[in-house]
């Protein structure tokens, strides 16, 4: 991986270096955004269905309403934090793979407690529409 897949200006060194004032701002940084939780719960998906990866189309699919744009730009932070690794595969067509490294699938258990708590939060919202 080369500084230059990150941007002109990227330091690799620097961004290692960052401190947070609360872990909870690492977390934060690596695994939200509007679209990170979606491609990090599909490559895990597709981790533990068939120990594969995801092509770079195919997410596109799965994320019907994400830009090419977006997904790029998660893909890419993604990678930059060590949560999923890119493969370019060298055929005809050129593709390009996602897949959830070792440390990514550390945050499967923190998805799921969030997809919990989203639940249980959207029961508590329906239980209030419905005393109105």
């Not at 990150?6 to 330091?11: D, H, N, P, R, V």
């Not at 493969?87 to 258990?109: A, F, M, N, Q, W």
């Amino acid at each position: 991986m080369s500084i230059d897949h990150f941007g002109e200006g990227f330091c690799m060194e620097a961004y290692r270096r960052a401190t947070y004032q609360m872990p909870f701002e690492a977390t934060i940084n690596c695994v939200c955004g509007k679209w990170k939780p979606y491609i990090l719960c599909h490559l895990l998906a597709e981790s533990i269905v068939s120990g594969g990866s995801v092509r770079y189309g195919e997410l596109l699919r799965l994320i019907p309403t994400v830009t090419k744009r977006m997904l790029t730009l998660h893909l890419r932070e993604l990678e930059r934090d060590g949560l999923i690794k890119r493969v370019i595969v060298d055929e005809l067509p050129l593709r390009v793979d996602y897949s959830i490294t070792e440390h990514g699938k550390s945050v499967y258990k923190l998805l799921m407690t969030m997809i919990e708590w989203g639940k249980t939060h959207l029961t508590m919202l329906e239980e209030q529409e419905l005393k109105r």
